[in-house]
């Protein structure tokens, strides 16, 4: 069994332990291992790995992926590990993401108002936060060179078929949880497919020899 880190937010580390990583399907391995590819190569070269999870409006998928990807390097000790997300327009992080993660463990505060606000996201007392803002893809706060391009909708991927300095496109899509949106399903619909974006992401991570 690997070493994790033990300095995650107690009710982070929970959640993660309850995972079940048996459940992924041998189909959606396979749509996994590209990823544990590109990262096992950086890790074997000891290279940064760059990560920029890519939605339509980079407001629910990308930033769950995003945050879980961040937080599941850390846990298994993977260094040099930097995650974003983009999309192929800005609008903003939407609420109930954000209270999908802080119902989760992680410490989520507002920075700034406004039509498109910025959160600091932290699963951890000791490493900088996430900065979670909707923007494009291609926004400066993002990578230029040498990522990832990791697409988490199907609409997005359709969007983008080329993706400017990217070294490999890697699609990993997740049902949109938008769906269910004004309903009284909704929580429990956004905690559905951010467990399982946790879930996929562990797996992704403890897969890699470090």
């Known amino acids: 069994m690997k070493a994790t880190n033990s300095m995650l937010f107690s009710e982070i580390t929970k959640v993660i332990k309850d995972l079940k990583p048996e459940t992924i399907t041998l189909e959606r391995k396979v749509v996994l291992q590209p990823l544990i590819v590109f990262i096992q190569e950086k890790v074997s070269t000891q290279q940064e790995i760059r990560l920029n999870f890519i939605c339509t409006h980079n407001s629910r998928r990308s930033h769950l992926s995003q945050v879980w990807a961040q937080t599941m390097a850390s846990y298994f000790n993977i260094k040099n590990v930097v995650c974003y997300s983009g999309g192929t327009e800005a609008t903003a992080l939407f609420p109930m993401a954000g209270e999908t993660l802080r119902n989760s463990g992680f410490g989520v505060k507002k920075l700034s108002e406004g039509n498109n606000p910025v959160y600091s ?22 990578p230029s060179s040498k990522f990832a ?39 429990e619909k956004y905690k559905e497919r951010s467990l399982q974006i946790a879930t996929e992401l562990f797996y992704v991570f403890s897969q890699i020899n470090a």
Do not use: W
């Open 149 to 187: 391009a990791i697409m988490t909708c199907d609409s997005a991927n359709e969007a983008c078929p080329f993706v400017s300095g990217a070294e490999v496109r890697i699609q990993i899509t997740f049902e949109d949880p938008k769906a269910f949106d004004n309903t009284p399903q909704q929580a």
């Open 121 to 142: 996201i932290k699963y951890t007392e000791n490493e900088h936060p996430i900065i979670g803002f909707s923007k494009r893809l291609d926004d400066d706060f993002n």
